[in-house]
């Protein structure tokens, strides 16, 4: 298979790709859209759920030390003046007097080879002078909390203020001690998490990568002080393979270790895995030793004792190693990465053969439609076997009934979904009650008997 190179207009055939065969969609898209919002359509949902899925049975499902929870996404607000959120979960910000664009002031220093510094930034430097769109002049810079904010109740003042999270992990910890003692658990362990978290970007962008509203995957282990580092290196290892092991291309991921002058403020050691997208290397995940502040801040804003007692009676406060990965990200890499173009078609079955054929080649695990089931004509007979075979499939797994155009349009339709076997009924079928099982990868082709269809697809699928 000749594959050609991913070029630089990756992202708008992908853009496009996934509002056309239904995985993404612009949020509110008939009212003009809402920037840096986005739905997901009947296969998007399917393929998040997947990865979401894949992340949880690997990190709750096949370890004893780690449990799954589900917080609320509004919290008590001074769960956010703990974390340090209210003081320190802001950007730098600098707006156009002119063309009124808004910037983010490290944003800009750093396209102009200037590292910020991030924690002291608040004098403009003469980098900021001019607007980069239109020359007009920059404001001053202005610290802008990321935090959206939202009013508990009837009446909206300063003492009804909840916030979205920004974040999942807050949840957390602030149930540490809940799950610690329901579950009856020991050092170390882990609290795993799902879920929604909100931030009011300034430049949100590259599609799904950054956005006001996304999902998060959020796994904490609490461990006893002296093995934080060690925990950090297998977590930094384990969370890499769980990419490869999902079909990743090894070439397209990469750790970038923090600075110390780049560490947030809750961080004593981080490192991300980067993905190398058409847009450049960009953080996938984040691995942090999180040390003892979020435990021993939570103890002191809520007056609760949050240390942990051992089996010698000596309390501490656990530290944590935290993998935090993004859900959409993740999403959006996997379709980046699954993303292929075969130059001159490879299509043996069809005459209008494209000059380039678009294929999804997931791993089996994500694929949105796991089997398409493709009748080779619509007669009575036919149809009613092929109903069957599907009724039996989709018992087992998300399968897609096709009976529209030629045979290797509908083999291209699912290549270009990421479908990994289509099922076809010719008439053959109706007498020797075989079916032929075609795949996506190898486009090899199996004579495959109904009855033994079941079995066949239960040792090829592994969900
Ligand atoms: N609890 C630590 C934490 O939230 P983070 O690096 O700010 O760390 C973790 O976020 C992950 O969440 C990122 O690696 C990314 O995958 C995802 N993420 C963060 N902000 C995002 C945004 N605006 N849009 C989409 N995903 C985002």
């Known amino acids: 298979m000749v594959k ?14 996934a509002k056309q065969r239904g995985f993404i969609f612009q949020s ?3 009212y003009g859209g809402l920037n840096s919002f986005y739905d ?3 296969l998007g949902v399917e393929l998040k759920n ?7 049975k690997s990190m709750v499902h096949s370890r004893k030390d780690v449990v799954g929870l589900d917080s609320a996404i509004l919290m008590h607000p001074k769960i956010w003046e703990a974390s340090g959120h209210v003081q320190n979960f802001s950007d730098p910000l600098v707006d156009c007097k002119k063309c009124k664009r808004r910037f983010r002031a490290d944003h ?3 396209a102009q080879g200037i590292k910020p510094d991030l924690g002291t930034m608040k004098d403009k430097p003469k980098e900021l002078e001019k607007c980069p769109e239109c020359s007009g002049e920059l404001t001053e810079i202005r610290q802008f909390n990321l935090m959206f904010k939202t009013f508990m109740g009837p009446v909206e003042d300063d003492a009804s203020v909840v916030y979205l999270r920004p974040e999942t992990a807050q949840g957390i910890y602030v149930n540490f001690l809940n799950v610690l003692d329901s579950m009856r658990l020991k050092l170390p362990l882990g609290i795993a998490q799902i879920g929604k978290a909100f931030r009011n970007e300034i430049t949100p962008g590259n599609f799904t990568f950054r956005t006001r509203e996304f999902e998060q995957m959020e796994m904490q282990y609490f461990v006893h002080p002296k093995e934080a580092n060690k925990f950090f290196d297998d977590w ?3 969370r890499m393979q769980w990419y490869l092991d999902l079909g990743m291309n090894k070439k397209n991921l990469r750790f970038r270790e923090h600075g110390k002058d780049e560490l947030a403020h809750y961080a004593k050691k981080a490192v991300d895995i980067e993905y190398k997208t058409p847009f450049g290397w960009s953080e996938l995940e984040g691995i942090h030793n999180r040390g003892d502040w979020d435990l021993s801040r939570h103890s002191e804003f809520s007056d609760q004792d949050l240390k942990y007692t051992d089996d010698a009676g000596k309390k501490f406060y656990p530290y944590i190693v935290e993998a935090s990965a993004g859900a959409d990200r993740g999403t959006l890499m996997f379709l980046l990465d699954a993303y292929t173009e075969v130059a001159g078609g490879r299509s043996t079955t069809t005459k209008s053969i494209k000059e380039v054929e678009v294929m999804l080649n997931f791993d089996k695990v994500l694929s949105p439609i796991k089997i398409a089931v493709l009748p080779l004509s619509k007669k009575p007979d036919l149809e009613k076997t092929s109903q069957q075979v599907l009724d039996s499939l989709q018992q087992n797994w998300h399968c897609q009934y096709d009976q529209t155009g030629s045979i290797g349009k509908r083999y291209r339709r699912q290549d270009e979904i990421g479908t990994p076997y289509c099922v076809t009924i010719d008439f053959e079928s109706l007498e020797d009650k075989s079916v032929t099982v075609r795949d996506r990868d190898t486009m090899e082709q199996e004579r495959i008997k109904i009855e033994e269809l079941l079995d066949y697809f239960k040792s090829k699928l592994k969900s």
Request: without cysteine; proline residues 6%.
């Open 4 to 17: 050609t190179p991913k070029d630089n207009d990756i992202m708008s055939k992908l853009v496009s790709l």
């Open 108 to 110: 800009l220093l750093e």
């Open 236 to 238: 930094k290892e384990q």
């Open 50 to 56: 997947n990865v979401k899925q894949a992340w949880w």
């Open 40 to 42: 997901y359509g009947p």
């Open 28 to 30: 509110s898209e008939i």
